[in-house]
């Protein structure tokens, strides 16, 4: 099992920018595909962004797609979040999720990812 830590998170203004972080643990981050979630109050868990374990494909819900950049450092073992232009419809918590099965990305669904990460709050003011 994968141990996965958010950080990065907090109170911004709309407009704003916020970096998120995912440390993930062992030695094969390398090998597979990871994603960021968000779910709000009330609501269910949806997909953010993915990116193949070689960072050479990356995908965006439509909903963010020009303002949200994902990338990740393999050999920091972490995948980042850059979110841009940011609205209070972002206000969610984030989660960062680990597909151990795969190198490229699968789809979008939670239940394609195996390992999931505690979540950080991003609370975007207007």
């Known amino acids: 099992q994968v141990q996965l830590v958010e950080s990065g998170g907090g109170l911004a203004q709309a407009g704003g920018s916020l970096r998120l972080s995912c440390a993930a643990s062992?030695?094969?981050?390398?090998?597979?595909?990871m994603g960021w979630f968000r779910q709000a109050p009330g609501k269910e868990r949806e997909f953010v962004s993915a990116?193949?374990?070689?960072?050479?494909?990356?995908f965006y819900a439509d909903s963010v797609k020009g303002r949200f950049t994902i990338s990740r450092a393999n050999a920091k073992n972490t995948v980042y979040l850059q979110m841009n232009s940011l609205k209070p419809e972002d206000t969610a918590v984030y989660y960062c999720?680990?597909?151990?099965?795969?190198?490229?990305?699968?789809?979008?669904?939670?239940?394609?990812?195996?390992?999931w990460g505690q979540g950080t709050q991003v609370t975007v003011s207007s």
């Open positions: 062992g030695r094969s981050f390398s090998t597979y595909a």
């Open positions: 999720a680990a597909d151990r099965t795969s190198r490229i990305v699968r789809g979008r669904a939670p239940y394609q990812y195996d390992s």
């Open positions: 990116i193949s374990a070689s960072a050479s494909s990356t």
